[in-house]
């Protein structure tokens, strides 16, 4: 019985992702590494550090440090955060009928948990999560599962009993890993690819997911099995 849905924030919640690549474009002109598309797709769902220890080892560099680095993308992705980004289509919607079906919510980011606040309070929402917590305070974060099993516990649930939303492919990782029935909402540009069919289900917008229909493993993975 599932008793608890744990989102994932940025990029699936909120539409987060265009500024935390553009934040991190701007910064890395510094040390001449060409963010391209290709290279934020591979990095997409990353921690900040993570992110940049990616970068470096395709092309390293001396000065500036990682540490000065990671301030600035924070820094710069965090304040045009909380001033433009917006919610996901279908997000508050799905997030208010899951409150009213009972579920407790909470939001599993590798986000700093000032950002992941100052988004809650943004939206209007943070009434209806239980609880929030961040990859940061993890000794790993995404892909590793710790995030998700983590905030299961201060739910008071186990795995198995959550669902989890994730958009992408490290955050599915972590989900998947921690045991719930994951749910992949993959941007269009990435939606036909393969690593995304780890998911339980895949669903092109969170406007398209029906808890009576993708709140368990299915049949055709039981088969598989």
């Not at 992702?17 to 963010?35: C, G, H, S, Y």
């Not at 000065?63 to 304040?79: G, R």
């Not at 921690?178 to 669903?203: C, R």
């Amino acid at each position: 019985m599932i008793k608890a849905a744990i989102f994932d924030m940025d990029g699936l919640l909120i539409d987060s992702e265009p500024i935390w690549t553009q934040a991190a474009r701007d910064v890395m002109r510094k040390v001449n590494f060409d963010l391209t598309d290709a290279l934020k797709q591979q990095t997409t769902g990353l921690s900040v550090k993570l992110f940049l220890d990616f970068c470096h080892q395709l092309q390293p560099w001396n000065t500036p440090s990682f540490e000065e680095l990671e301030s600035e993308i924070l820094e710069l992705a965090h304040k045009n955060i909380l001033a433009h980004a917006v919610a996901m289509p279908g997000a508050i919607d799905l997030i208010k009928d899951l409150k009213a079906k009972g579920l407790k919510l909470a939001v599993a980011s590798a986000s700093h948990m000032e950002l992941i606040e100052g988004v809650l309070k943004r939206l209007e929402i943070i009434d209806y999560f239980d609880v929030w917590h961040s990859g940061e305070l993890e000794e790993f974060t995404k892909p590793h599962p710790a995030v998700y099993l983590t905030t299961a516990a201060k739910l008071g649930v186990l795995p198995e009993e959550c669902i989890a939303f994730e958009d992408s492919h490290a955050g599915l990782r972590a989900a998947h890993a921690a045991g719930m029935i994951t749910i992949s909402v993959p941007a269009m540009e990435v939606y036909e690819h393969s690593k995304f069919n780890l998911a339980h289900y895949k669903i092109p917008s969170l406007e398209k997911y029906v808890l009576s229909e993708m709140s368990g493993v299915p049949q055709n993975v039981l088969e598989n099995e």
